[in-house]
């Protein structure tokens, strides 16, 4: 049973929560949703695979949750504000699991975010075909465009 | 009649609490952050807002994947903070305004946006850390605020252009309220920020500048940004910046950039923060807001090379 592609999913190293993720990945979502108390926490790290027979997991939900693979559970419907539950469990922050996630270090990953993150550059498409951003295209485009020119002028007379 | 006397948009990065909650924000790392609202808190001081409205989401706090409200506002006398896995924060509780947020429900209804009315409802760091922010840390909060919490977990949220439309039917809920009111709306989240999957810690600062450009100038193009290119652009989680297109509909078609900041990073996230406010102020009512503050624009890089 094959994902329906959606034109999101030419975005690299992204797992959109959509429709389709959500109803595949219930289980784990109520799952991490449960260790919002702090009796569950204590009973699923008390016998891990114990716990998540309550939930209805697959058998590769249930082994991405068990080895903390955190892209395979996003992959397979889980959502990231759900998932973090299970990193809080484990006492791991958002940024934590982010380098996790990136297959970075943890002081690369904080190196890279002091250095201004990662660039939208080269990280956009898997296919290179998209259309550009009229935001950042139409503020280059300002300048030149008799349109914008023209409104403008309308502006500043009412200015 | 009640009137929105401002407008301010505000990151809610959860690092942000932590950092106030664990006593951090004299850190280096952390200061550069905070610096950047200590104008703001100083100007919110001075405008004294007799209720605030906040959009913001709820990340798995209120709502889990049972039910996922597009648009909920919370209509209740007082809003509890969630425990978000570590304990609810130790921020006092959000005390609601519960007549003019029915009133806005109502009206907003019949203007056609189908809301979800929230009677109870805890409220976590997506709505308490721009609190912290423009408010500081006072044992009561200064004012009551309206939550009204938007879906941006599950794709897909609102569009840019509904979410600037609800906010005029806000504005327009807001002025037909009999009481003499001076209200604040604050759109929260974003700015350029991903922090699930193999893309996370994109920051695309370019396109959060052009944001807030357009924001105070051309909110019009603002709403004609596709989820896509949000998510292209911005971030999977940058999708958030429908939020503050709620906050800007709510204000005049002209408005005046009172003050920006922007810093990068906070955690995984590009920390954007503007105050707008009318260009015409009716005569006598409003003093002129605090000293005019200037532009503390794009300093990412000498921010970044003083914190280190």
Redesign the interface.
Known sequence: MARKQQ??DD?????????ER?RQ??GI??F??S??KEANRKAFKANEAGYLKQFKLTPAQTEAVLKRDY?RM?ELGG????T??LG??DGH???H???V???SSQDD?AA?????????EG???KSGR??P????A??KATAGRSKSKTRSKSRSKR? | MARIIAGVASSHVPAIGAAIDNKQTEEPYWKRVFAGFERSKEWMAEAKPDVAIIVYNDHASAFSVEVVPTFALGCAAEFPPADEGWGPRPVPVVQGHPELASHIAQSVILDEFDLTICNKMEVDHGLTVPMNLLFGSPKQWPCPVIPLAVNVVLYPPPTANRCFMLGKAIRKAVQSYPEDLRVVIFGTGGMSHQISGPRAGLINSKFDKAFLDNLSKDPKKLTRISHLEFMREAGAEGIEMVMWLIMRGALDDKVEETYRFYTVPASNTAVGHIILEPKTRSAGKSKRPAAKVKRAAARMKSDIRRSK
Do not use: H, Q, W
């Open positions: 034109e999101y975005i690299p190293g992204t797992f959109v929560f959509d429709a959500s990945g219930y979502n109520m991490c949703m260790l919002m892209n996003l959502n990231i504000y759900f973090a539950k809080a469990t922050s958002f940024r699991l982010a380098a996630m990136t297959g990953y890279m975010m002091l250095a201004g993150g990662r660039s939208a990280n956009r498409s998209f259309k951003s009229v935001l950042v139409g503020a200015g």
